[in-house]
């Protein structure tokens, strides 16, 4: 709300509520910040209620500076009330005759609003000056979070600047992009996370604590960079201008070309520039598996790493997804409103790029310890993202902090040398990751500052703080690795490319016959290792209606006797939290004796809150256990004696092949340790017949004397399925074997092996590591290395 003078000015504040208004303002005798005559002869914003008298309801006022609250009737005194509106299109903004009285900014949340301005009437919103820091700033700043920080005076929301109003601002938004710098001009633009420059972030952990203390909030960058305000709110600036449809799209395109132009040329033309192990960079970023993120962390060497270091050859510069920043809440915490903003980009398989050192360091010194955002995001993400680290060198020499004056230079230097190394490719085991930092925690005297459960099976603020100290120090180890590499010989750097840098076209080719509910990620691997993935299905995994109502019915009419339900596969775990969708009151009572959940290694990532929330409608009562060893044998120690209780096993229904042995021996150890076996048909596995059994692209292969480098089983199925599929164009293994006589077989596991060998597949290599593919392409990039 604001209120006009009889002259052309008004003043803004924010109603609170029982008729008081909370503003910011000049008291008579202050001066109003400009230096000059007008200091004293402008009259006092201080609200009175004309009588000469203290106000009854809010007292004297007329000698106050900077936030107070007075009643309304005091505020309004000597002008007329109206609404300051918000969120106004360009048209009506340019039709209005003056400024002060709208802006393109949204207003937030009620709650919002009010929680700033009392916040600020606690603490103060600095020197009132008229021209850089006056009520209407105050104001929009408590409607929106919004600052706007300029060397000139032209380019607020309107009357301070500009009695001329609409075409003031017009001109107020070039100027203000010139203003503001390269750096800003690139992150204002939304996709980046870092953390505020030059600072670190509060920490709201106690002294004792103080060794872990300095790792928890990390500040992430699809580059995330904070928009940091005196003592420090990261506020996204200029939210008008990185909408899509902000006129038609025309001024985003002109500065992602500009500012992309600009990047390029201070890195290729005005300085000399070494990239290692670029294609790395680049067929990750163009070419991963579809819905798998990308999360890039680096070094921050200067407010021009971003976007200098994406100046690189080759590298696409006007692609639309590229270049957006993310801001960063100064003492939000790891779980505050713009990390999720964040970790929305990583559920969609975004590319994000993040500072996670926290702030700019522009010594010859070792990585700085790291900041905890990263590390959430990588835990929380639904998929696992890919990490990619990455340290540079000489943008520090580009955008020294102390050049001139102990100032930056107005613009970056040139005729420096730049080395930026690429490092190899990072997949974190999470659900391991969970259960060590689990057990790690237990002792640890932590006390709680009320971060939410990861999980409903135990994973409290300790055992967070120790999983995101685990993965945030291993990925500090591979930077300052990388940082190590780009400062000694030539040598190592050619030894890292030539580990990193094959291409998917000239690298081996890996074919394997997973189905497809697992083909992404094992695909996924491979592309890290710069091999080229062959898929080549040989089995059909997909639930039917018949599958769909063996679970209703055990769902509904058996689930309430079992005290355990024992997954052993991926597809098992789908299927059932599909059926659990459906069902609109959890299943299972929310009392009674604990309930035990079980999956095998990184399967276990699916019995996450969601899950678990359809299962029970109290998550304490689920247990959900992950054996070490991830076998259906290690599962049944794990779940331990069953006394006679009874365990669902929601298992596969083998269709056209032999079922393997694996599902009914597994059952059968259930029984001898005393479970009750309820076998559910959960979904269904066939041969695929059609096409040649999806092995077409591998016969054609195999037949044109090309052959593959290896192929993967990960399932004795997947094994009959391919001999079939081969029987079916005349082709047996032998054969194959013939053609291709440097190819190498590798099993996932020994229950795999044994199955092939069974079904006449002689094996070569055997992943020890079956809780997740990792230790599988582990295995083959040892035989080809040894």
């Known amino acids: 709300m604001d209120k006009q003078y009889k002259l052309p000015w008004t003043c803004a504040g924010i109603y609170i509520g029982n008729g008081k208004v909370v503003h ?433 099976c135990g994973l409290d603020e300790a055992a967070q703080r120790c999983l995101y100290k685990i993965i945030s120090e291993r990925i500090q180890a591979a930077m300052e690795s990388l940082r190590n590499a780009a400062s000694s010989a030539g040598m190592r750097l050619r030894k890292l490319e030539m580990m990193a840098g094959l291409s998917a076209e000239c690298g081996p080719v890996v074919a394997f016959t997973t189905p497809q509910n697992y083909a992404g990620r094992l695909s996924r691997l491979i592309h890290l290792r710069g091999w080229a993935p062959l898929w080549c299905p040989t089995l059909i995994v997909e639930s039917t209606p018949h599958t769909i109502s063996c679970i209703q019915a055990a769902i509904t009419s058996s689930l309430h006797h079992c005290s355990a339900i024992a997954f052993t596969s991926r597809s098992g775990i789908t299927a059932f939290a599909d059926v659990l969708s459906s069902i609109e009151i959890p299943p299972l009572a929310p009392y009674g004796e604990a309930f035990i959940i079980s999956a095998l290694g990184k399967d276990s990532e699916l019995l996450d809150g969601s899950f678990v929330g359809k299962l029970c409608g109290n998550p304490g009562r689920i247990r959900v256990v992950v054996p070490p060893v991830a076998t259906p044998s290690g599962m049944v120690e794990s779940i331990g004696s069953g006394e006679g209780k009874r365990v669902m096993c929601p298992v596969p229904l083998v269709v056209g092949i032999e079922e393997p042995p694996v599902v009914p021996e597994f059952m059968a150890d259930l029984g001898r340790r005393g479970w009750v076996v309820l076998r559910v048909d959960a979904y269904e596995t066939r041969w695929r017949r059609e096409e040649g059994g999806g092995v077409e692209e591998l016969v054609k292969r195999i037949k044109e004397g090309r052959g593959v480098d290896a192929i993967v089983f990960t399932s004795t199925g997947e094994v009959e399925g391919l001999l079939r599929s081969l029987s079916e164009v005349g082709l047996a293994w032998r054969a194959v074997r013939q053609m291709c006589p440097s190819m190498v077989a590798a099993a996932h596991g020994p229950v795999t092996a044994a199955g092939a060998e069974r079904l006449g597949v002689c094996v070569d290599v055997v992943s020890s590591r079956f809780d997740s593919f990792d230790g599988l392409v582990d295995v083959l990039d040892r035989c080809w290395n040894s």
């Not at 979070?145 to 009357?159: A, C, H, K, Y």
């Not at 993120?293 to 050859?313: A, F, I, Q």
């Open 24 to 456: 910011f303002t000049r008291g008579a005798g202050h001066e109003i910040g400009i230096g000059t005559v007008f200091d004293r002869i402008i009259f006092s914003a201080s609200p009175s209620d004309g009588s000469g008298s203290p106000c009854p309801r809010c007292g004297d006022h007329s000698s106050d500076s900077g936030v107070i609250s007075s009643c309304l009737e005091c505020f309004l005194s000597g002008g007329e009330l109206y609404v300051f509106q918000y969120g106004v299109s360009p048209s009506i903004f340019l039709a209005k005759a003056r400024g002060g009285t709208c802006t393109f900014a949204c207003s937030d949340p009620a709650d919002d609003v009010l929680h700033r301005a009392e916040y600020l009437l606690q603490n103060g919103f600095g020197v009132y000056q008229i021209f850089k820091n006056n009520c209407e700033d105050f104001a929009i700043y408590c409607k929106t979070g919004l600052l706007i920080f300029t060397d000139i005076s032209v380019g607020r929301s309107g009357q301070a600047a500009s009695f001329i109003a609409a075409a003031t601002a017009i001109v107020s938004s070039p100027l203000r992009f010139m203003t503001t710098g390269f750096t800003d001009l690139w992150h204002a633009l939304p996709h980046n996370i870092d953390a505020p420059e030059g600072t670190t972030t509060q920490d709201p952990e106690e002294e004792e604590s103080k060794e872990l203390k300095k790792n928890m909030d990390g500040n992430p960058s699809q580059k995330f960079e904070n928009g940091q305000v005196g003592g420090g709110s990261g506020m996204r600036k200029m939210e008008w201008a990185s909408r899509s449809e902000h006129l038609g799209g025309v001024p985003r395109k002109i500065v992602f070309t500009a500012v992309g132009a600009f990047a390029k040329a201070v890195v290729n033309l005005f300085n000399t520039t070494t990239v290692h192990n670029a294609g790395t960079l680049l067929r990750l970023v163009r070419c991963r598996p579809s819905g798998v993120p990308l999360l890039t962390v680096s070094n921050h060497m200067s407010t021009m790493d971003d976007p200098l270091m994406w100046g690189l050859k080759d590298f696409p510069i006007t692609d639309p997804k590229l270049g957006k920043c993310i801001p960063i809440t100064r003492g939000g915490g790891i779980y505050q409103e713009h990390m999720n903003e964040a970790l929305e980009y990583l559920r969609v398989g975004s590319w994000l790029h993040t500072f996670p050192e926290g702030k700019v360091c522009q010594e010859d010194a070792p990585i700085q310890r790291l900041k905890w955002g990263t590390a959430s995001l990588i835990v929380r993400a639904p998929v696992t993202p890919i990490v990619l680290p990455i340290v540079h060198n000489g943008f520090e020499k580009v955008m020294p902090e102390k050049y001139i004056f102990g100032r930056r230079p107005p613009f970056p230097l040139w005729n420096r040398e730049i080395k930026i190394v690429i490092g190899e490719p990072m997949i974190f085991g999470v659900p391991k990751l969970k259960q060590r930092a689990v057990e790690i925690s237990k002792d640890l005297p932590f006390s709680g500052v009320g971060w939410p459960k990861l999980t409903p």
